[in-house]
């Protein structure tokens, strides 16, 4: 490989005419000279070099012109380095992306260049590293491209559509890693449509198309599963599979068509044959013309989306029947789902309809609340539709509403009507300005539940005591949303300043600046809230600007409220050359002139007492005349989101210190405070008790609007939560009392507070508490106008849960009689416990029921004592809710209230499980008594009856599930499974009491079937009858095969009594075995070794004799001896075979519908068929067993809630509870296969660390949504723990990025921001620079030592957040980071590469990864020393353009034919690549070597200087070889500095840097001697250029002679005929004669 240059003269230019004179090679040899020495003038750098076919001349296909001649680079190896140096040689800009696979055409004739290989650093291409000119392997489709950012591709931002007849319609390309790419259609929908139009600015998505509709791109496939939920701002914030991850081809290029692009897609909707345009039948266009759409799944969601886009207010209803008539033939193919947020339909989501048809009167229809006089509401002087002073219609005019009596119920109203929202505050006192004209309602008082303001109760129209300074106003949550801008000022240093760019028809332009003035500016100011106008700047340069030009000729006044007010020529007519754009700068840029603001005493940052930085003293602002306007700026100020309210009178306490403005009067554009107009500096005629305040939305307070109550009986009592961070949480009891109860009773429109009760009642959830002390007068209209100390702050003493009881709550007291009753029983005071709640009966769950709960229910039905707690439905199975779970008495409460038990209505139950009571009031007491014995459980065995003070046994004749059923039931067994006969579960002794029962199966007691009298019979002990019961249907979690090869082969083990033990082998057989294969799942029985062929368990042997038919489902309806008793010993540990012994853990579970195999909905396979498993219990410690049982590391997370989907099949498990330590979750306890009270919304998942792609390091980032995002967590002394926020901050999160090969830090967050973690907080105070490579090598308090709680627990968030690397890879034992041995991790362990095959193009990539430039060569033969670990991988092939090692093709892992002499190596360029030059020498190719080491040149030490050190350098300048290496005295000594120490060459190398070595540093080079260097050429013209010269001279001695031997002959002749015919009279003609004819010849030759 060459570089680039005068080295390659074309052959054709070395010969002249076919005339051999000396004149014609002199003439050549002086062309070829001036070529050689001034090629390079004539083709200047920006002549050399060009990028055609694109847009613009910074952007298109790369030629070079060589020889005359323009050609193209082949794309191979051609990456980012070589387009940075495009970009900067055409004095282009920076890099914006690489373009392989003629992107911008083929070209034609020569490909001059191939493998061009650059640093990224040189000045233009012909100093990068490259194979001769025209040598080369490629074909025109293999042309590279490179874009530059000061191309008008700069403009498209990231994202584009590709092919499509505009730039809002085409195949979707995202650019990553300086590359363009497509994206695959898996899963593409409108949904994510959306998101790009959005990003695109070009409306909403008219449709999703896949299949490469657009044409298949030619680049990489970069994006697979994208899974966007609609509200993203762009298409990078979506759920997506990693960068580069898929399993597509360009046949499934997605596409997008947006509003904007003006395509024809259905996108017309109207509402037919109602009243008004605002009701009726939906339909829209489908192939020209009106179809209706079908009302499969149409609900309230899809209404309001209709009602939005066809500005009709909010939904009202949609109807079903035959509202509005039959609709036209056609029919809408298929059915919309939509979120309700969406701002047209065409947003939803479309699939086909689930049964094919849809018939007339099945149309969906909508009822709109429309915009009829008098109903007519508006908010308006704020600039946002929901919030601002209101404003109603009546009798065709607008008009105001006085604030009497103007709360937030009347606030709430107005919202609803206008769709903005729940209301957040309700304020009066003209805090929006002054309206004119009419006041039209005075003393409003709604309900809150109206649909229209005028709906509510008020004084007549126009009748009241009010003036305009009493407006009303209302905030509603949707003003916090921020508004699509319309005006930006682009490539400033702020938002305030750049060039001025406006939308329109979904395109930013430019605006021409003829005529431009301060006018002009000031209006853009204003409306940007920017304040006002500074004079230009001479010489500012905002950039080129976008080609579009919207506006010319502006002719603003100055008090426009807008710049599109202002006069000016038509949009897009413009005669204004490109770069002639208007630009501003506004004061707003100026920050460090406006005087400091803050709040304080508030909740956060966000909300608090308004206080002014002046006169080096904060001090506080009066109330008087504060509004709206003055709270925006202040928010704006602080960058805090919008303002939700504007306090006065000391809401936030007083202040202390000086008072500095009053009356403050701002507009709501200015960009401080401190530019409002106000009286003077500390000029006023106030108190502290009138210090102003600000709430602004980024306080996070206006999530208080979201309050509920939970637990309780109905909607108006119950624990209080608020909505916060998507979670919902309690609110401390610390204070809490009727002043706060009352807030949150008129808040929730629930009357007055009866109550302000405590978590005794109400329970306490999941714990969470989100705010810690609340304090309210009582008067307050909303929790948020309270003062609140937030968001979980964990300084909640109590640690109580506010709940309260309000006025409008009817349910009967819990602690009555008439709350309580026993039903299905024979008498009231027997029977299943039911208790009412929330107007409804409902039944109690048996889990820990027993007698002493018993017991409470008779005392407060006033029947007796408790005989019997029943359980598993005893009487019966209810219906209905289950409504108390976990029941807990002593047994001397007066009433059930009085227990604790789990909220009202959690519980994880089914009706199987239902409580009852007998108490002795109701006459039952003398039922005869009933057992089973012989089985493993109080549930399965023998039927033994208690009668004439005897048990006694029941014969078989006619036993059947019927029997058995009754028998299960009244001992709250569960459901009857089998009824085995002929003593199956051993020969009784005693009487036989009954034969020949014959029970209907619906009786509560045994005694009520048929039988013969007691002790009459015809049996003898051989045909005792026998019961299994559900409840002693021992779940596959009682059972265990351990020590074997698998879970489906080894020791049986059994659990019992809370502890494992073993089985005898004592019996033991294949009948046996059969059963223990069927309760595992394991197929059918292969074998069943006894005397401990799996080897000796440990603890108790548990059975003994146990004797299975085989037909079993369980071990537990065996028969056995009693638990515990045997006769053997650990010699004797029965084992099992089982056929499905062959399968992996992997089979029996999976995750579903997450981004890869690690993380999904977890499913189990049982009975042939897959199914989910609830999220009751679910927790890390199951999750752990799921990942370790599938490979997949360790559990990130345990989300619940069907986080990723619900799933259709049965739900299979419930109450999973694992330790942690099992090798399969059917290992773990659970609930029997199937048995559940769950939904599909419960369906538990797992997020797995991914120990095969992800790095183990000794941090983690936990409880995010991936690895590269969460709470920081460090491993130390074998335990994770974590690390405190005290001053984290961007540098710490960066190295904790870096460290897990991240990225780049994008946040760093505190507070527990992730959720607290548990166990030591390791770290406390970090303080790195951000260059660290590890967090333990940044300062910190010393391990384990903090002040800290876990409440406090930093976070990080990573810009490869959504990316997983799935092999890392470092360089080891070299002189620093980026040169080095090649090593990979792999299965957690650090292995080398084989060097077969290993060149620059692996290398490449290596360095890439690594942030390490390029590479500069790659060692092999263990140049950095043999690796001690596995060889991991060989015959490695990257093509040179993959962005991580991971990407290339690799070889098996471990499978190699190397030893550790192969170890390949890679030195890359580095950061800062070492530099040589000599100096004080005679030329430039001796002298004193010196380097460029950390930006300061430096000698070299020559204590180990060699000619093998010397040779690098030389051949390293061009300076051929080295002739001698002088070290000392030979040379003068440097100046002074310390020298590199440690080079040691092979003298191989390339380049000096490849000679670095471990210990190679500065140091004093304790022989004081500087290294010299003496090479063989001087450094100067090139070789080719020396071969040319001495041609030249040789051709030019060739010349002399030949002229020479030519002048002697014909001198000679010409003297020989001069003798004969003019002797000595004309000898000197003669001469004259033969020199003109000799040059002659020279010219014509």
Same mark, same amino acid.
């Given at each position: ?726 979670? #919902? +949480?309690? &609110?401390?009891? @610390? ?7 009352? %807030? =949150? *009773? !008129?808040?929730? /429109? $629930? ?89 409804? #009966? +409902?039944? &109690?769950?048996? @889990? ?7 017991? %409470? =229910? *008779? !005392?407060?039905? /006033? $029947? ?95 036993? @059947? ?685």
């Amino acid at each position: 490989m060459g570089m680039l240059g005068c080295l390659h003269p074309s052959p054709s230019r070395l010969g002249g005419r076919n005339q051999p004179s000396c004149g014609g090679a002199k003439s050549a040899g002086t062309l070829l000279l001036m070529a050689c020495l001034w090629g390079t003038a004539a083709e200047s750098p920006g002549g050399l070099l060009r990028l055609v076919g694109g847009p613009s001349r910074c952007a298109g296909r790369v030629e070079v012109l060589h020889n005359g001649t323009w050609g193209t680079v082949c794309d191979d190896g051609w990456g980012s380095p070589e387009g940075q140096v495009v970009c900067r040689q055409l004095g282009c800009g920076t890099l914006l992306s690489v373009a392989p696979g003629t992107r911008y055409g083929e070209g034609t004739g020569q490909i001059w260049l191939d493998e061009v290989n650059c640093t990224g650093e040189e000045r233009d291409l012909s100093e990068c590293r490259a194979r001769p000119w025209g040598e080369h392997n490629c074909q025109h489709v293999e042309d590279a491209s490179v874009e530059c950012s000061d191309s008008s591709i700069t403009a498209l931002g990231t994202l584009q559509l590709l092919n499509g007849p505009n730039r809002c319609a085409g195949r979707v390309e995202v650019l990553h890693n300086h590359m363009w790419g497509t994206v695959c259609d898996d899963g593409w929908d409108l949904v994510d449509a959306a998101v790009v139009c959005r990003q695109l600015g070009c409306g909403t998505p008219l449709s999703a198309t896949s299949g490469a509709h657009f044409g298949r791109g030619h680049d990489p496939i970069w994006l697979d599963e994208v899974n966007c939920t609609g509200t993203e701002d762009t298409l990078f914030d979506c759920q997506a599979s990693a960068w580069g991850n898929n399993n597509c081809f360009h046949g499934e290029d997605a596409g997008v068509i947006c509003s904007a692009s003006e395509m024809s897609v259905a996108t017309k909707l109207r509402l037919a044959n109602g009243s008004t345009h605002c009701e009726g039948r939906v339909e829209v266009t489908h192939n020209g013309t009106w179809a209706a759409l079908c009302d499969e799944g149409w609900g309230l969601a899809e209404a309001r989306v209709v009602c939005r886009q066809l500005g009709c207010g909010r939904a009202l209803s949609a109807p079903g029947g035959f509202h509005f008539g039959q609709g036209p033939g056609q029919m809408w193919p298929d059915s919309v789902s939509c979120v309700g947020t969406e701002t047209a339909l065409s947003a939803c989501k479309a699939k086909p309809r689930g049964n094919g048809t849809c018939h007339h009167g099945r149309e969906a229809r909508v009822v709109c609340a429309g915009n009829s006089e008098g109903d007519q509401v508006r908010l308006v002087n704020y600039g946002s539709r929901c919030a601002g002073r209101v404003e109603v219609f009546h009798n065709k005019k607008w008009g105001t509403v006085c604030d009497d009596n103007w709360d937030l119920l009347d606030a709430e109203v107005v919202c609803r009507q206008l769709d903005c929202g729940r209301a957040l505050s309700a304020p009066g006192g003209g805090q929006f300005g002054r309206g004119d004209g009419i006041i039209w309602m005075d003393e409003t008082n709604c309900t809150g539940m109206e649909s229209t303001l005028s709906a509510c109760r008020a004084r007549p129209w126009g009748i009241n005591n009010c003036y305009h300074g009493e407006d009303a106003g209302v905030v509603c949550s949707d003003s916090i949303i921020p508004e699509p801008a319309h005006l930006q000022l682009a490539n400033g240093s702020h938002r305030c300043a750049g060039r001025v760019e406006v939308l329109h028809q979904e395109e930013w332009g430019a605006v021409c600046d003829h005529g431009w003035d301060k006018q002009d500016a000031e209006v853009v100011c204003r409306q940007l809230g920017c304040g006002t106008a500074l004079p230009a700047l001479e010489g500012a340069d905002f950039g080129t600007g976008p080609r579009r030009i919207w506006l010319d000729n502006m002719n603003c006044q100055g008090t426009e409220p807008a710049l599109t007010k202002c006069r000016a020529s038509p949009w897009g007519e413009s005669s204004c050359s490109h770069g002639k754009h208007a630009s501003v700068v506004c004061s707003g840029s100026a920050v460090s002139t406006f005087a400091p603001v803050r709040l304080v005493d508030g909740p956060g940052r966000c909300a608090g007492r308004v206080e002014v930085f002046h006169n080096e003293k904060w001090g506080t602002v009066c109330d008087d005349s504060w509004d709206f306007m003055d709270a925006k700026v202040v928010c704006r100020q602080l960058d805090c989101g919008t303002v939700v309210m504007a306090p006065r009178r000391a809401h936030f306490g007083q202040g202390q210190g000086p008072i500095w403005l009053d009356d403050v009067r701002c507009m709501g554009t200015e960009a401080a405070l401190s530019e409002c107009r106000a009286k003077g500096w500390g000029v006023h005629g106030c108190e502290h008790g009138e210090d102003a305040g600000v709430v602004c939305s980024g306080s996070g307070i206006s999530d208080l609007g979201s309050l509920r109550l939970v637990n309780g009986s109905d909607l108006c009592s119950g624990k209080v939560e608020v909505f916060h961070d998507q979670r #919902w +949480g309690g &609110i401390c009891t @610390d204070g809490w009392d009727l002043a706060e109860a009352h %807030v =949150v *009773c !008129r808040q929730l /429109g $629930c009357g007055a507070a009866h109550s302000a009760a405590g978590s005794a009642w109400f329970g306490t959830g999941d714990g969470l508490i989100w705010v810690d002390a609340v304090e309210c007068t009582g008067t307050e209209g909303a929790l948020f106008e309270c003062k609140v100390k937030f968001w979980g702050a964990e300084s909640c003493k109590s640690r109580g849960h506010a709940g309260v009881s309000c006025s409008a709550s009817a349910d009967l007291d819990p602690g009555s009689s008439e709350a309580l009753r026993l039903v299905s029983g024979p008498h009231r005071c027997a029977g299943r416990v039911e208790v009412f709640h929330n107007q409804q #009966w +409902g039944t &109690i769950c048996d @889990d820990s029921w027993d007698l002493n709960d018993a017991a %409470v =229910v *008779c !005392r407060q039905l /006033g $029947c007796g004592t408790a005989m019997s707690a029943p359980g598993l439905s005893g009487f019966g199975q209810g219906s209905g809710p289950i409504w108390l779970d976990g029941v807990s008495c002593l047994g001397t409460e007066a009433t059930l209230a009085e227990c604790p038990v789990k909220p009202w209505g959690h519980h994880t139950c089914n009706h199987v499980e239902d409580a009852s009571v007998v108490c002795s009031g109701s006459g039952i007491a003398s039922i005869p008594r009933l057992r089973l014995v012989g089985g493993l459980s109080e549930c399965a065995g023998r039927v033994e009856v208690f009668y004439n003070n005897k048990w006694g046994t029941v014969c078989d004749d006619s036993w @059947d599930l019927r029997d058995a059923a009754v028998v299960c039931r009244q001992l709250g067994c569960g459901v009857a499974l089998s009824a085995p006969s002929s003593a199956r579960f051993g020969w009784g002794a005693g009487p036989i009491w009954l034969d020949d029962v014959s029970c209907t199966g619906e009786e509560t007691d045994f005694s009520k079937c048929q039988a013969k009298m007691w002790g009459i019979h015809n049996c003898h002990h051989g045909e005792d009858a026998g019961v299994v019961c559900a409840a002693g249907n021992s779940s596959s979690a009682d059972l265990q095969l351990v020590d074997g090869p698998h879970r489906c082969a080894g020791r049986v083990e059994v659990l019992h009594a809370g502890q494992w033990g073993t089985v005898c082998d004592d019996g033991w057989d294949l009948n046996d075995a059969a059963v223990v294969c069927r309760q595992l799942g394991c197929g059918r029985a292969e074998a069943a070794p006894g005397r401990a062929r799996f080897g000796r368990g440990m603890g108790r042997i548990w059975l003994d004799d146990v004797a299975c038919a085989g037909s079993e489902d369980a071990l537990a309806q065996c028969r056995a001896h009693p638990w515990g008793q045997s006769n053997c010993n650990h010699g004797e540990d029965a084992s099992v075979v089982c056929s499905d012994a062959g399968a992996t853990n992997t089979s029996t579970v999976r995750l579903v519908d997450g981004p890869h195999r690690c993380a999904g909905r977890v499913e189990v396979f049982h009975n042939q068929q897959w199914g989910t498993v609830c999220d009751n219990g679910w927790d890390l410690s199951d999750a752990a067993v799921v990942c370790w049982q599938l490979g997949c590391g360790v559990a990130v997370a345990a989300p619940a809630g069907a986080s990723f989907g619900r799933g259709l099949d049965p739900i299979w498990l419930d109450r999973v509870a694992c330790v942690g330590g099992e090798k399969a979750l059917v290992q773990c306890r659970a609930r029997p296969w199937g048995i559940n009270s769950c939904t599909h919304e419960e369906d538990a998942g797992v997020v797995c660390s991914d120990l095969a792609r992800a790095e183990v390091a000794e941090v983690r980032l936990a409880e995010g949504p991936n690895r590269c995002a969460g709470r920081v967590e460090v491993l130390h002394a074998g335990q994770w723990g974590t690390v405190c926020d005290d001053s984290w901050d961007l540098n710490d999160a960066a190295v904790v990025c870096r460290q897990l090969g991240c990225g780049r830090a994008e946040a760093a967050h505190g507070r527990a921001y992730f959720g607290q973690g548990t166990g030591h907080i390791w770290l406390d105070d970090m303080s790195c620079t951000g260059s660290e490579d590890n967090l333990a090598q940044c300062q910190a308090h010393p391990w384990g030592q903090s002040n800290c709680h876990h409440g406090e627990d930093a976070g990080v968030v990573c810009s490869d957040a959504n990316v997983t690397k799935e092999v890392q890879v470092r360089l080891a034992n070299g002189p620093n980071r980026c040169a080095g041995r090649v090593e990979v991790l792999h299965e957690q362990r650090w292995g080398t590469i084989c060097d077969d095959s290993w060149d620059l193009k692996d290398a490449k990539v290596v360095c890439q990864q690594l942030g390490c430039g390029t590479a500069v060569s790659v060692p092999d033969q263990a140049h950095f020393g043999h690796g001690l670990d596995p060889i991991w991988l060989d015959d490695v092939e990257c093509t040179g353009m993959e962005t991580t090692f991971s990407q290339c093709s690799l070889s098996s892992w471990g499978l190699h034919n190397c030893n550790h002499n192969e170890d390949a190596g890679v030195v890359c360029s580095g950061t800062d690549p070492l530099q040589v030059r000599v100096q004080d020498g005679p030329g430039p190719c001796a002298g004193r070597v010196e380097v460029l080491y950390n930006a300061t040149w430096h000698g070299v030490c020559g204590s180990r200087w060699s000619l093998l050190e010397a040779g690098v350098v030389c051949r390293q300048l061009g300076c051929g070889p080295a002739q001698s290496a002088p070290v000392g005295a030979q040379l003068r000594q440097g100046d002074g500095h310390a020298l590199l120490e440690g080079l040691s060459c092979r003298g191989t190398e390339s380049l000096l840097l490849e000679c670095q070595q471990r210990e190679t540093g500065l140091g004093p080079c304790t022989q004081g001697s500087a290294a010299g260097v003496v090479c063989t050429k001087p450094k100067g013209a090139t070789t080719s250029c020396s071969v040319l010269i001495a041609l030249l001279v040789l051709v030019m001695l060739l010349s002399g002679v030949l002229l020479w031997l030519n002048l002697k002959r014909r001198c000679m002749a010409a003297a020989q005929a001069g003798a004969h015919q003019h002797p000595g009279a004309e000898k000197k003609e003669v001469i004259h004669q033969v020199i003109s004819s000799s040059m002659r010849y020279g010219r014509d030759t």
